[in-house]
Structure formats: C-alpha cells, structure tokens
C-alpha cells in the first residue's frame, strides 16, 4: 500500500520556540492532506484540511496563526507549531488523500503517518 | 462535530472471536471505517463499510451496520496475538472527506 511519512517521530522543544512537522507521501500525489491531534486516550481530532497550492481549512477552535500549515507540493504538507506552550504538547498524526477511487466502489482512501510526539518543556 | 463511542478495553484469548463495539451519532455518515493503530506505525484501514449495506465479510474480519441504531462492529474470528493492538472506529459524511474518530479500542490477546 501508499506510505505516508512524518519527521520527525518524536521533538522535545523548549516553551516558547517553534517546531516544524513534515508529512510527506512517498509513492503518490496527494492534493488534500489533513492535521490530526491525538491526546492520550482519546480521539483523533481533525485541526485543519491542508490543500496543496492554497490556503489550509482549519476546524473550529484551531488557531490558524499557531498551527501553520503549508502545502507547497503534491507530496510534503508541513505543519509549524509557533511559540509552543505544554499544552501543545500531543501527538500530531497526518494524513494524505489518494487522488482516486482505489477502493472499488467505495471511499477516496487516506494513508495515515505514524505521528510525531511534540512534548514541550 | 458528532459523537463516535467506543469501549477503551477488550482481553481474549487467542483463537477466540474478539467483537469490538461502536455507536455514531451522525446520521448523515455515509462510509464507516475500521482502523488498526500500532505502536510506531501509521493508522491502518482494516475495512470499511458504506452506510447502505448491513454486513461486509473480509477473511477473518467481519463488521455489522445496524444503521438504525447507529452501531458498528467489528468481529475478529480466530483473534491472534498479532491481532492485539488499537481499533478506532470512525465516519465520514462523504467519500475523500476528513474521518471523525472515535477514541479507540486496545485489544489484548493473550496466549
């Protein structure tokens, strides 16, 4: 199947500084990638809807200023966590759309990375 | 946005069945997914079912839409311990659209 990468797998940062996530489709295109956040036991949360060559679509609650996102090629998004605080701290997984019905009759597939852990000091 | 429910926890024994329960609240959900999670690897599709369908049978994978209810499962025959790891559950409203997740299920299998 597709493989979805991120990098890194795992960043301590210092509160206050800035830590840049890549997630990059290694054997297809992908036009729409998206930003989840993950917090132990719960959820995958959908923060924002990466659209490459456009501005990304952020769900409600997500500070666009903070989370900045950028789409610039079919196959690497990037997501930037600006002035990080602990509660930023979480784990970041991403995912990227395949451009067509691979799966007969059935929905556009996503291909998920393996997450990146952010913890913030 | 909606709701999708899981129970947190499941232990069985290898070779027995293992049936992992899920609940929705969007009724507009079109696709319902069943996704693996393991330690240091990326969420895995398992299986997905449309939302007109009732079951879909893949090997040792078997899910069961009762859509009037809104629940899904996902039935594991012959669990292995290989088997044990996250399930998620989760929905979308339209095919390509972003997934609405529920909070997972951890799986153990024991020998």
């Known amino acids: 199947g597709a493989v979805v990468s991120q990098h890194p797998s795992r960043v301590i940062c210092k509160s206050g500084t800035s830590v840049k996530i890549e997630c990059r489709s290694l054997d297809f295109q992908a036009t729409t990638m998206f930003w989840y956040r993950q917090f132990p036991k719960q959820s995958l949360m959908l923060m924002a809807t990466s659209n490459e060559g456009s501005k990304a679509t952020y769900e409600q609650g997500v500070e666009k200023d903070k989370f900045l996102i950028n789409h610039a090629s079919l196959t690497l998004s990037t997501l930037t966590v600006t002035s990080a605080h602990p509660e930023d701290s979480s784990f970041y997984i991403c995912s990227a759309r395949v451009e067509q019905e691979t799966l007969a009759g059935g929905p556009y597939e996503q291909y998920f990375g393996p997450g990146t852990r952010l913890t913030v000091t | 946005g909606e709701d999708v429910e899981q129970s947190l926890f499941l232990s069985v024994r290898e070779g027995d069945s293992s049936v992992i329960n899920c609940t929705y609240t969007?009724?507009?959900?079109?696709?319902l997914y069943w996704y693996k999670q393991e330690p240091g690897a990326g969420l895995q599709l398992l299986t997905y079912?449309?939302?007109?369908?009732d079951m879909k049978q893949d090997q040792r994978l078997t899910v069961l839409l009762n859509k009037k209810d809104k629940h899904l499962s996902l039935r594991i025959a012959d669990t292995q311990t290989g088997d044990s790891a996250i399930y998620f559950c989760?929905?979308?409203?339209?095919?390509?659209?972003?997934?609405?997740f529920g909070k997972g299920t951890s799986l153990l299998v024991t020998p």
């Open positions: 969007d009724s507009s959900s079109t696709y």
């Open positions: 079912i449309f939302s007109n369908m």
């Open positions: 989760a929905e979308s409203i339209n095919s390509g659209y972003a997934l609405n």
